[in-house]
């Protein structure tokens, strides 16, 4: 019994022991479980951190090879407009080549740009998205088994398509740059720059476009072309006016169709004679002499600080490539081009995009919004990954301010040189202008302003270049946009 009982005894400990044993190995095996994940969170918290902090920049270099090594694992995904329909895909063919596909050809070429000889555009700016894949664990896992490549994510764009037909089609025949602003936000709603070129074919015919200098059709005019101001560079001689001047509604002039200051004329456009106008009509009719007569006692100093507050000479609050807008006056300008520059004539130059968020500004009570253009992020199967959200810049004009410069801006719809865009439809509001280039003998034609209806605003900004004389083809585009934005949608 004592034997057994001992044995039983033994069995025991020996099962004990065996136990332990077990126990002992679940331990270590857990262990190196523990540590193989813990290395697992470790190396993803690494990933995600590059990913997040570094990888992007690295990424967005169009010539990096992790670029490469990710275009071997994941299928570029699409760029979509706003209302999620593509303007640009990744076709597979049966060989498996990849070819990225512009289904809206050249209508989007600079805002989306292309990624088939480098890149550009959207396809630059959110190249690290497209080449990321947020598509559901199980999927990536079956993917991977299959040794397929993930499918990237898309990247929704504030694009719209009509309103960019719209635009496109109305500038048909010129060259020259189109965009609109959702003021309120910050949304690029179209952005169009002509002469263009077909994204599809890009990299066949790239080395005919850089060589054709006379067009520069790889150039995006909305955010990079610096164009004289002409008259729309009136707004900011008449701001600056308004600020000197507390008493500025009870300014007159009689305009005899020139004005001359020592041995310099300038002349109304036109061979115009305003006559006897206040202030209103001094810039609803656009009176050369009536700015320059105003635009000759304003300070220099005063002046320029204002338009660089007003975003000359500065940096803009934009993630994509662009031209800074050039004020060129100092207090020793001579008198002809001081005369010159408040009417908006001279060096100043601007570019498309700033003269469309100035607009935006003055239509949002003063507070401007950065512009962007990538809305959101989804993986392919629509569910959104990340959004971005409007983000003000600061308020570059007083409420009160905004409020005088819109009477002025209405003006020139109500009976000044943008009649055309007096509708009931929509409260337009702008100024034109009519630059003149070169000698004198070729003109631009610029419109920049904002429309509203029921709260519903559109910031915009044309410019046409070679355009004919007494002419402001400008004004026809900004009208195609404005009906396209309000009306599009309700059958009108
Ligand atoms: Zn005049």
């Known amino acids: ?114 990624s088939t000889h480098g890149q550009t555009g959207i396809e630059l700016l959110a ?65 169009i720059s002509k002469p263009d070129f077909n994204p599809n074919v890009v990299a066949d015919i790239y080395s005919d476009l850089i060589a054709d200098d006379n067009n520069s059709n790889l150039l995006n005019r909305a955010t990079g072309g610096l164009y004289t101001p002409g008259s729309t560079f009136k707004l900011f001689t008449l701001y600056e006016y308004i600020r000197e001047n507390p008493d500025y509604e009870d300014y007159h002039y009689d305009c005899n169709g020139s004005i001359s200051v020592d041995e310099y004329r300038i002349k109304c456009s036109g061979g115009a ?9 001094s810039f609803a009719y656009s009176c050369n002499s009536s700015f320059v007569n105003m635009g000759l006692t304003l300070n220099k100093n005063a002046f320029v600080s204002t338009c660089k507050r007003l975003l000359f000479d500065s940096d803009l609050p934009i993630h994509f490539p662009y031209s800074q807008s050039e004020i060129s006056l100092s207090e020793k300008s001579s008198v002809f081009e001081t005369m010159q520059t408040v009417m908006g004539q001279g060096k100043t130059l601007v570019t498309p995009i700033h003269l469309c968020m100035i607009a935006a500004a ?34 570059i004009l007083l409420p009160e301010e905004t409020a005088v410069l819109k009477k002025f801006l209405r003006s020139v719809v109500e009976y000044g040189t943008a009649k055309r865009l007096n509708t009931e439809k929509y409260i337009a509001y702008g100024k034109t202008g009519t630059a003149q280039i070169e000698d004198g003998s070729r003109n631009n034609s610029l419109f920049m302003g904002f429309a509203e209806q029921d709260g519903k605003k559109l910031a915009i900004c044309v410019v046409l270049e070679d355009t004919p004389e007494g002419t402001i083809p400008a004004v026809t585009v900004a009208k195609a946009v404005f009906d396209s934005y309000y009306f599009t949608n309700e059958n009108y």
């Open 362 to 395: 003055i239509a949002n009570d003063g507070l401007l919004m950065k512009p962007y253009i990538v809305t959101s992020i989804e993986n392919h199967n629509g569910k959104t990954i990340k959004t971005y959200h409007p983000s003000s810049y600061r308020e």
């Open 127 to 191: 190249n690290y998205r497209l080449l990321t894949s947020n598509s559901p664990m199980l999927e990536i896992a079956a993917d991977d088994l299959h040794g397929k490549k993930h499918i990237g994510d898309n990247v929704v764009t504030s694009l719209d398509i009509s309103v960019s037909e719209a635009a496109y089609q109305a500038m048909e025949g010129y060259k020259g740059a189109v965009i609109a602003i959702e003021p309120a936000t910050g949304k690029i709603i179209t952005l």
């Open 1 to 114: 019994m004592e034997v057994h009982s001992n044995e039983k005894e033994n069995r025991k400990v020996n099962k004990k022991t065996k136990q332990k044993k077990k126990t002992n190995s679940n331990r270590q095996i857990m262990n190196v479980t523990y540590i193989f994940l813990l290395i697992f969170v470790m190396m993803t918290g690494y990933f995600v951190n590059y990913q997040m902090n570094e990888g992007a920049e690295i990424i967005n270099n169009a010539y990096n090879k992790r670029e490469e090594i990710l275009a071997k694992s994941i299928i570029r995904g699409n760029i979509l407009s706003n209302d999620k329909t593509i303007l640009a895909q990744t076709l597979t063919k049966e060989d498996g080549t990849e070819i990225r596909n512009y289904p809206y050809e050249q209508l989007f070429a600079h805002a989306v740009g292309y």
């Open 273 to 281: 004679a305003h006559g006897e106008e206040d202030i209103y009509d």
